[in-house]
């Protein structure tokens, strides 16, 4: 059986009292999710201890947005995979499209990063899609299957059996453009696919997550879907009761 999740991808969104409150609401209403979903909020790294001490005791894991490609030492600015684990994360988003696009990340960044936050213990959710252009010219299949390549290949199967992949279309991604589940389903068989061409059977429990303007009232079709194990949520997971919604729709 492969876990369903719904993550919450905070991005640059909300300031720490306001992080409080929002997970306070989120654990609140924990009693309305299934109790085989797991839910991961992922806010800014400011927030990590606060939101974390205000999860303590629920059934809501913490996750990181980013962690730096360097151990330790003279990188002003970074955070570090160790760093995040001593504050009890224990997932970090890895290789999101916005981080490909307005910071440079590539795959060799992005293997060093995936490298250092399983040597810490923490669980990577690697992000994987592709821009507008890119599908409209055909090229999705290949675009998404070089990004798993790339990175996800480099790994042991013992490795990748803590990762979570997440599929997210540019295209879909804070537009209010979702991809149909027909769309989705379709490129996340061809996501389970490739890995099943490196890890074989281990490829049937690794978890797919859907990200793109996913919100409680697509949810529910996009999370029927044989393949599709769950979502990444952007805007919809700053509500408290959107994310719930979104996260009873199993
Ligand atoms: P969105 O963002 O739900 O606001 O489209 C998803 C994401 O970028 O993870």
Known sequence: MRQ?????????NTL???GVELVNGIVSKMGEVPSDVRLIVCPPFTHIVSVGDALKGSRVSLGAQNCANQPKGAFTGEVSAAMLKSCCC????LGHSERREYYGETSETLNAKMALALENGLKPIYCVGEKLEEREAGKHFEIVKAQIE?????LTPEQMAQVVVA???VWAIGTGKT???AQAQEIHAFIRATLASKFGELAEEISILYGGSCKPSNAPELFSQKDIDGGLIGGAALKADDFIGIAKSY
């Open 179 to 181: 991809a149909t589940s």
């Open 16 to 18: 720490v009292c306001e």
């Open 4 to 12: 369903k999740i719904v993550a919450g991808n905070w991005k640059m």
């Open 150 to 154: 790339e990175v996800l290949f480099n």
């Open 167 to 169: 599929y997210e279309p």
């Open 90 to 93: 224990e997932y970090v988003i």
